[in-house]
């Protein structure tokens, strides 16, 4: 069984940075593609980010691209998402994700999912 814990949510203004951490129990955690995801009110949940199971391949949702950084740390079983130069748009609970096939970002694929947390932009 796997389970993932977020934290780092918060209000912020825009052009603020925060940093969400996903603390992932289980001995498997490296064998995972990580991911992050949000949902806004009255939206579907949408992708975010993801990070290949050794950290070497990401990839972003174009709303998010040169703005978050994912990244994992398999030692520590974390994965971290920084977000910078945020904007109202971004207001969403964000979700850790795992157990999805690298480019199939659908949320029916996803596996395994943290009880999220709240992030709010305002301008």
């Known amino acids: 069984q796997v389970q993932l814990v977020e934290s780092g949510g918060g209000l912020v203004q825009a052009g603020d940075s925060l940093r969400l951490s996903c603390a992932v129990s289980?001995?498997?955690?490296?064998?995972?593609?990580m991911g992050w995801f949000r949902q806004a009110p009255r939206k579907e949940r949408e992708f975010v980010a993801a990070?290949?199971?050794?950290?070497?391949?990401?990839d972003y949702a174009d709303s998010v691209k040169g703005r978050f950084t994912i990244s994992r740390d398999n030692a520590k079983n974390t994965a971290i998402l920084q977000m910078n130069n945020l904007k109202p748009e971004d207001t969403a609970v964000y979700f850790c994700?795992?157990?999805?096939?690298?480019?199939?970002?659908?949320?029916?694929?996803?596996?395994?999912w943290g009880q999220g947390t709240q992030v709010t932009v305002s301008s």
């Open positions: 994700a795992a157990g999805f096939s690298w480019g199939d970002y659908r949320r029916e694929a996803v596996a395994y």
């Open positions: 289980g001995r498997t955690f490296s064998s995972y593609s």
């Open positions: 990070v290949s199971s050794i950290g070497v391949s990401a």
